[in-house]
DNA sequence: GCGACAG
DNA sequence: ATCTTGTCGC
């Protein structure tokens, strides 16, 4: 039988989200060598409309080589839990966990907006889906939460380590010709190095890669 | 105690 | 994240 995602038993205050988040960071792997996109990646992200009220995830799952979208979910609910550093993905885990179960494609791979290991217990966004779904994700953040870098060069592809005390956690990477970087780090199943081949190799033009950045429009438009 | 702080 | 119009630059 599968193991069913569970929405349900959700932490309903941070000292037990904490233990939810110290209980399953022992599950996540950083091991998970990709060379290349898999055939079908989905890109994952949230919006929140009516002051905060109402949370919108959506989801859209492209098709690779071709790189276009092949089906899209979006699904609202009212928010239920406010929003922490260190703790974001009990807030908008819920409503993309609900909208997963309406996708009918069965992506190999997840790009989520938001970190991956790059989190204070080393459990963020990504890595908490990831474990979730039992597949391999992939945080991509616009800022940073933790972890130090260097400013990578000027040009799309240039990158640095996100390292914390010595060790590397992620990337700082430049997915666009003088924009700002993008914090890039392994979710679940993912090694550090194919984090960033994967994100540059779904780009394509713009700064955040195709998957998320469909699924932010998408969300976006408020359905 | 002070500063930092994904979306 | 969201509140918000036009505008400068590659």
């Given at each position: 039988?599968?193991?069913?995602?569970?929405?349900?038993?959700?932490?309903?205050?941070?000292?037990e989200?904490k233990?939810?988040?110290?209980?399953?960071?022992?599950?996540?792997?950083?091991?998970?060598?990709?060379?290349?996109?898999p055939?079908?990646?989905?890109?994952?992200?949230?919006?929140?409309?009516?002051?905060?009220?109402?949370?919108?995830?959506a989801?859209?799952v492209?098709?690779?080589?071709?790189?276009?979208?092949?089906?899209?979910?979006?699904?609202?609910?009212?928010?239920?839990?406010?929003?922490?550093?260190?703790?974001?993905?009990?807030?908008?885990?819920?409503?993309?966990l609900?909208?997963?179960?309406?996708?009918?494609?069965?992506?190999?791979?997840?790009?989520?907006?938001?970190?991956?290991?790059?989190?204070?217990?080393?459990?963020?966004?990504a890595?908490?889906?990831?474990?979730?779904?039992?597949l391999?994700t992939?945080?991509?953040?616009?800022?940073?939460?933790?972890?130090?870098?260097?400013?990578?060069?000027k040009?799309?592809?240039?990158?640095?380590?996100?390292?914390?005390?010595?060790?590397?956690?992620?990337?700082?990477l430049?997915?666009?010709?003088?924009?700002?970087?993008?914090?890039?780090?392994?979710?679940?199943?993912?090694?550090?190095?194919?984090?960033r081949?994967?994100?540059?190799?779904?780009?394509?033009g713009?700064?955040?890669?195709?998957p998320t950045?469909?699924?932010?429009?998408?969300?976006?438009t408020r359905?």
């Amino acid at each position: 039988m599968e193991k069913q995602v569970f929405t349900e038993n959700w932490p309903s205050n941070f000292s037990e989200a904490k233990v939810v988040q110290a209980s399953m960071q022992g599950q996540v792997c950083v091991t998970g060598r990709f060379d290349g996109l898999p055939e079908y990646v989905a890109g994952v992200d949230v919006a929140f409309r009516d002051g905060g009220a109402i949370t919108v995830a959506a989801i859209c799952v492209l098709v690779y080589p071709a790189g276009h979208c092949v089906e899209q979910v979006c699904y609202s609910e009212p928010t239920r839990f406010p929003y922490v550093p260190g703790y974001l993905s009990f807030r908008e885990l819920p409503a993309v966990l609900v909208a997963w179960k309406q996708l009918r494609a069965k992506p190999q791979l997840v790009m989520c907006d938001g970190q991956g290991i790059a989190h204070p217990r080393r459990f963020g966004i990504a890595s908490h889906l990831g474990v979730l779904l039992n597949l391999p994700t992939i945080g991509v953040a616009k800022s940073r939460l933790i972890g130090d870098a260097t400013e990578p060069g000027k040009n799309r592809g240039e990158c640095n380590p996100l390292t914390v005390n010595e060790e590397q956690i992620g990337w700082l990477l430049r997915t666009r010709t003088n924009v700002k970087p993008l914090y890039v780090s392994p979710g679940h199943m993912v090694d550090i190095p194919s984090s960033r081949d994967l994100v540059l190799a779904a780009g394509n033009g713009y700064r955040l890669p195709e998957p998320t950045r469909l699924a932010d429009k998408l969300s976006k438009t408020r359905t």
